[in-house]
């Protein structure tokens, strides 16, 4: 399974974007998927999950608000609505997914896609 990340660009500081990503193949494997991201210099960090079951979505608390992750598991693909974007939120942001039903880990990665905020 592959993960294809798409959306990213440059934007204005206050604008928005929306980044997707579409699993390669329809499986009933994947339980979890999220949004990452790494910044210049910095660790890659959590964004945003969202479980399959329930459609549950949970988020990095300094994004809460101004995030949304959503999901269509007909097309494999999650989406990550962000709005009020501030130059912080300039980084690479990839895409993941968890195969393990119950652990909190992600075993698939996507190529990444990068967001630029200017001020």
């Known amino acids: 399974v592959q993960l294809q990340a798409s959306g990213g660009g440059l934007v204005q500081a206050g604008g928005s974007l929306r980044l997707s990503c579409t699993a390669s193949?329809?499986?009933?494997?994947?339980?979890?998927m999220a949004w990452f991201r790494q910044a210049p210099g910095k660790e890659r960090e959590f964004v945003a999950g969202f479980l399959w079951a329930g459609s549950l979505p949970f988020y990095k608390d300094s994004v809460k608000g101004r995030v949304t992750i959503s999901g269509e598991k007909d097309k494999n693909t999650i989406y990550l609505q962000m709005n009020d974007l501030k130059p912080e939120d300039t980084a690479v942001y990839f895409c993941a997914a968890g195969t393990h039903p119950t652990r909190a880990e992600y075993q698939l990665w996507g190529q990444g896609t990068l967001v630029t905020v200017s001020s």
């Open positions: 193949e329809r499986t009933f494997r994947i339980y979890r």
